[in-house]
């Protein structure tokens, strides 16, 4: 009995060898589970854009800023620049454009108008110098200000002009043109009609250039570089008339031989 025991012994514990080894080699052909693919890091945000610090150092904007602050439009602005995905792009005249602004004056506008003169100056999007020329080709483009204060836009070979009926003028420089906002030097203020009216006073005609006449045929020069003097054509004449004389005299002295000579023939 006793025999039979250990063979019987033997064949579980080599049931249960084969049935552990089994199990840990399915465990180790398993394949490892697969990470999740992590997800891009998000974009970082636009770097705050101070206008009002931007406008104080970046040229001679003094009297433009000191009509954003005044109107609040700065509020307005920057809230466009640094809180929206549009951005902004501003027009922004330099001192000597106000100074040089006679009619119409801006001392007449009140509080209101001039708030809308001063947004008159922004586009609620970013608009970059080379996109300038697909609005020129989209007609009447929509400012801050709203309603009927538009602005029309040229681009040739480049230089991007800016029409809206009182002013025509160009963009003379870039202050800042990096998304979300641009801000662009102009030598003029931009006067709407929907303020200042359509009757404009028609721009001055330029100055007509002087009309420059040919010069005088100059006398033709002699030998020693005197003009000729008005005696040189009679003394030619009476030189051709001295010529012709002596051929006449030649002529006649000839004939009188030959009447000469045949006419003694006829007497004898």
Known sequence: MKNMEVPMIFMVSCTLLLLCSSSAYAQTAKSPPISPTPSPAPAPAPEYVNLTDLLTVAGPFHTFLSYLEST?????????ANNTEEGITIFVPKDGAFSSLKKPSLS????????????????????????FKNLSESGPVPTFAGGQYTLNFSDVS?????GSGWTNTKVSSSVHSTDPVAVYQVDKVLLPEAIFGTDIPPTPAPAPS??????????????NGEGSSPTSAPGKSNSYR????????????????VLFLTGGPLQA
Not at 158 to 162: L, Q
Request: proline residues 6%; glycine residues 6%.
């Open 242 to 257: 001295m010529i012709n004389w002596g051929i006449w005299s030649h002529l006649v002295l000839a004939l009188s031989e």
């Open 72 to 80: 609040k439009v700065i509020d307005t602005f920057q809230k466009q």
């Open 158 to 162: 480049g230089t991007v002009s800016i």
């Open 210 to 223: 002087p009309d420059i006449s040919p010069a005088a045929d100059a006398p033709s020069e002699g030998k």
């Open 108 to 131: 007449n506008l009140t509080q209101d108008q001039l708030k809308s003169l001063i947004l008159f100056h922004g586009l609620p999007r970013f608009y970059s110098l080379a996109e």
